[in-house]
């Protein structure tokens, strides 16, 4: 198994442009966001100045949050060869994880003919399997992200695509396809720390996670592809994802990446260095045949 950090750099529509103080000021588009994030464990590098030109911050208030400023309810960026709907919520998320573009590239490349993704959210992995060529079943539990998904979909020509958008309970979606014979070649899945299903099903990490990963051998086709699985706010290392997929090498062999994904702060670092710091957003593990 190789440790592995993944970088996200600033492309046209989206920059990391500082964080420090457990913050992050980043720009989609043309509209400017400050944001809380824990892992800026460090002194800012903008001067308070540059911070205030944010269009919006957001501020959070016990377990309730919400933005300070002007910005649209919503907004289209190309990112990743694709358009995305940017919708600044009251939960701080925006709807697009750029750290996720390296994966997203790495999934283009392993060409699955069949590709399961688990927990997709607004479909950005989705989006960059379909682009690609490959049939896409798409699985999450709450209605609004997969309205946002397939609004994505449109935006970036693929309304199209072969693409099936499950609206459901992962461990119940899956349990269905097993008894139904589907298998799939490529499996993505970004399973939240915590969450509930759409008929008040709930999913623990600590307690349903290993069951997940225990239904991948009869998720997967004869001759996979890639698993691909993302960690956010858990508190695991990634060694944890990476140990669980250890019997993928065993049974076809390929190999196992882990590690951490990461964005890069824009413009050069103070001390002349080629590149500033890196943000860590989230931890992965994937595997891919050989």
């Not at 750099?9 to 964080?19: C, G, N, Q, R, V």
């Not at 997929?245 to 196992?256: A, Q, S």
Request: charged fraction near 25%; glycine fraction near 10%.
């Amino acid at each position: 198994m190789e440790r592995k950090t993944l970088v996200t750099k600033a492309s046209s529509d989206y920059e990391l442009l500082d964080s420090g103080r457990e913050e992050k000021l980043e720009r989609y588009g043309e509209v400017v966001l400050a944001r809380p994030d824990p892992q800026a464990l460090w002194e800012k590098g903008l001067a308070t100045s540059d911070w205030g030109l944010a269009n919006a911050k957001y501020k959070r208030e016990g377990k309730d949050g919400a933005w300070e400023g002007t910005v649209p309810k919503q907004w289209e960026i190309e990112f990743g060869g694709l358009k995305l709907l940017i919708k600044p919520t009251s939960f701080k998320h925006v709807g697009l994880f750029p750290e996720q573009l390296s994966n997203w590239e790495w999934i283009a490349d392993q060409k699955a003919t069949n590709v399961l993704n688990l927990f997709g959210y607004t479909g950005g992995a989705t989006l960059a399997a379909a682009k690609n060529g490959s049939k896409v079943t798409h699985v999450d539990a709450s209605k609004t992200a997969v309205a946002w998904a397939r609004e994505n979909a449109k935006l970036s020509g693929l309304e199209e695509a072969p693409i099936r958008w499950i609206t459901e309970d992962v461990l119940t979606f899956v349990k269905r396809e097993i008894k139904r014979g589907n298998k799939y070649d490529g499996v993505i899945m970004d399973p939240p720390a915590f969450g509930h299903g759409p008929s008040g099903e709930l999913w623990k990490i600590e307690e349903d996670f290993l069951e997940l990963v225990k239904l991948l051998p009869e998720l997967l086709s004869d001759a996979p592809k890639f698993v691909l699985i993302n960690g956010y706010a858990a508190g695991y290392s990634p060694l944890a994802f990476a140990y669980n997929l250890e019997f993928l090498t065993k049974k076809f062999g390929g190999e196992v990446e882990f590690g951490d994904l990461t964005i890069a702060e824009s413009g050069a670092a103070p001390d002349g260095a080629a590149m500033r710091r890196v943000l860590p957003c989230g931890i992965f593990a994937r595997w891919k045949a050989v």
